[in-house]
T-cell receptor
C-alpha cells in the first residue's frame, strides 16, 4: 500500500515569506495531486502533475519521480493563502495535510 | 455549471438509522468518488465508480453501499448507521480514472457533515 507523508504538519509564517510544503510517497505513482482546503471546508484542486514542474500564479509544484517526492511552493505568501494543503497520489491515497497560517 | 453538488449538507442520525447521500455532477465525467475525512486523518476513499452501473471498493468500504444508476449521480448509502461513521463526506468526479498519467483536474463537492448519535 502506498504511504503518503507530508511535512510540515503545521506552518506559521509572515506575509511575504516563501513557503515550501513537502510530500513523499512510498510506491511509484502515475499522478500526484495538490489540493487546497479552505477554512470553510471546501476542497479545490491546485495541480495534478506526473512529471517536472507546474506554475500557476504564485504557486509552483514540482515532482521528482525517482525520489518519490513532490513540493508545493508559494511565493510572496499572503494571509489569504492560509488553508490546509493536501497531496494525494492517483486520486486514491491522501496525505494528512499541512495547515498553513500566514500572519499579516 | 454547478460542478459537483452534494445533498444534504448536514445530517444527524441515530444509531441504526439509514440514509442516502446524493452526489451530482454536470461535467459528464465518467469517474466519481466518495471519500470520508476524519480529524487527524487524510481523506480516505470509500467507493468509486468507473461509469454508469459500475462501482468498486476503496480503502474503507465496510458499512457503506453505493449506486450509479445515472452517469451524473453517485449515491452513498448507510444501511445501519454507527457512531464510527460520524465524519465529513466528500464526493468528487474526474474525466480520467485513478492511476492514469493524465493530469486532468478532480472536482470536489462541498461536503456533507454527518453525525451519528
Amino acid at each position: 500500500k502506498n504511504e503518503v507523508e507530508q511535512s510540515p504538519q503545521n506552518l506559521t509564517a509572515q506575509e511575504g515569506e516563501f513557503i515550501t510544503i513537502n510530500c513523499s510517497y512510498s510506491v511509484g505513482i502515475s499522478a500526484l495531486h495538490w489540493l487546497q482546503q479552505h477554512p470553510g471546508g471546501g476542497i479545490v484542486s491546485l495541480f495534478m502533475l506526473s512529471s517536472g514542474k507546474k506554475k500557476h500564479g504564485r504557486l509552483i509544484a514540482t515532482i521528482n519521480i525517482q525520489e518519490k517526492h513532490s513540493s508545493l511552493h508559494i511565493t510572496a505568501s499572503h494571509p489569504r493563502d492560509s488553508a490546509v494543503y493536501i497531496c494525494a497520489v492517483d486520486k486514491i491515497i491522501f496525505g494528512k495535510g499541512t495547515r498553513l497560517h500566514i500572519l499579516p | 455549471n454547478a460542478g459537483v453538488t452534494q445533498t444534504p449538507k448536514f445530517r444527524v442520525l441515530k444509531t441504526g438509522q439509514s440514509m442516502t447521500l446524493l452526489c451530482a455532477q454536470d461535467m459528464n465525467h465518467e469517474y466519481m468518488y466518495w471519500y470520508r475525512q476524519d480529524p487527524g486523518m487524510g481523506l480516505r476513499l470509500i467507493h468509486y465508480s468507473v461509469g454508469e452501473g459500475t462501482t468498486a471498493k476503496g480503502e474503507v468500504p465496510d458499512g457503506y453501499n453505493v449506486s450509479r444508476l445515472k452517469k451524473q449521480n453517485f449515491l452513498l448509502g448507510l444501511e445501519s448507521a454507527a457512531p464510527s461513521q460520524t465524519s465529513v463526506y466528500f464526493c468528487a468526479s474526474s474525466y480520467s480514472p485513478p492511476g492514469w498519467t493524465s493530469t486532468d483536474t478532480q472536482y470536489f463537492g462541498p461536503g456533507t457533515r454527518l453525525t451519528v448519535l
